[in-house]
């Protein structure tokens, strides 16, 4: 798998996430197995590329290669600076968000309410992809509503502009993240044209990753919600694609030296005060399905500094190690993130 002239360990890939998929967890993931990763969403306006959340976003300070930033916008000349901008930061890849439904997002007419304007998503392309001498990749939904799916003319408007690789998340912005993705608007994409296609939306499980790569002929897979609190799912995942056999959940020693490794350069990233409150999502993703983990995390938000918060951490997998020799959940494993 190749985006441009850079070669993928896999076919892997890290959504990504706002809020979640910051450099620390990217560069997790990426040591789990996951071949590739693409930064939060990052806003095309240059009044906030001082500040210092977007600074933050932008940090690919020893992350492994490529690096990849994902940028969010209407204006194509906003855009294209922005592009710029970023590449000659570091980015060795640039892409474009047309999926986000968030609403504060779509209100704006960013993300996926791009989609209902098609003469715009082809302005917006060819602008970004004329800026820059990186490869240029989509990130897009099947649509605004189920009643205006456009995936295959979005699709060909990019392999036109020279969009270098398409990730679609496989259900239109009405349907947020309800009911089932569509991998029969995937699998028509993928015969349609001839750049790479990524499918995205609710791959969760390595059955479910083999069944849907089976069913699109997609490049490439992307996993998003599945991954924060499981971040050595895209082990399990590469494991199981090439023997056909699982992995073992990891060992309880194992999860808590990677949870702790994690906070600690989740804390040196984003410093002790935000650092404390960004890291408890993380944690309680980790530790509320395991046995005792509803009460550890609402304990975890009474402490008021990460040396507590880590030592809190510490004894609790310590304790959980005694009664179990790998993680046992409650009811399985995490659920996604919604």
């Excluded at 070669?7 to 990217?26: C, H, I, K, S």
């Excluded at 997002?105 to 993300?111: D, E, K, L, N, R």
């Excluded at 404390?276 to 993703?285: D, E, F, G, S, Y």
Aim: charged share 20%; with cysteine.
């Amino acid at each position: 798998m190749r985006i441009g002239s850079h070669e993928l360990a896999n076919r892997l890939f890290v959504a990504p996430m706002a809020g979640v998929t910051d450099r620390p967890f990217r560069q997790l993931c990426k040591s789990l197995g996951a071949g590739y990763a693409v930064s939060e969403m990052a806003a095309s306006n240059p009044r906030l590329w001082a500040s210092e959340k977007t600074a933050r976003r932008l940090n690919h300070d020893g992350e492994a290669e490529p690096k990849a930033v994902q940028l969010a916008g209407a204006d194509p000349a906003l855009l294209a600076e922005a592009a710029r901008f970023n590449v000659a930061c570091g980015a060795q890849v640039i892409d474009i968000n047309m999926g986000c439904p968030a609403k504060k997002v779509c209100s704006v007419a960013c993300g996926s309410a791009l989609l209902k304007d098609e003469p715009l998503v082809t302005r917006i392309l060819h602008a970004v992809v004329d800026a820059v001498d990186v490869p240029v990749t989509l990130k897009f939904r099947t649509g605004w509503d189920p009643a205006h799916r456009n995936a295959l003319t979005i699709a060909r408007i990019a392999e036109d502009a020279g969009i270098a690789m398409l990730t679609l998340h496989g259900r239109t912005r009405a349907c947020g993240y309800g009911g089932s993705a569509e991998y029969d608007t995937i699998a028509a994409v993928k015969r349609a044209v001839g750049i790479p296609v990524v499918a995205n939306g609710d791959i969760d499980t390595p059955e479910k990753a083999r069944d849907v790569l089976a069913a699109t002929g997609a490049d490439a897979i992307m996993i998003g919600r599945a991954a924060p609190g499981r971040p050595w799912i895209f082990r399990e995942i590469d494991h199981f694609l090439q023997t056909g056999r699982h992995l073992p959940p990891p060992t309880v020693d194992e999860a808590r030296n990677l949870l702790l490794a994690h906070l600690d350069d989740h804390y040196r990233f984003y410093g002790e005060s935000l650092g404390l409150r960004t890291a408890r999502k993380h944690i309680i993703w980790y530790t509320k399905q395991l046995d005792g983990g509803s009460a550890f995390c609402d304990h975890m938000n009474t402490l008021n500094s990460t040396a507590d918060q880590a030592r809190a951490v510490d004894r609790f997998l310590t304790e959980h190690g005694t009664r179990n020799a790998r993680l046992a959940y409650v009811d399985g494993p995490p659920p996604t993130l919604h």
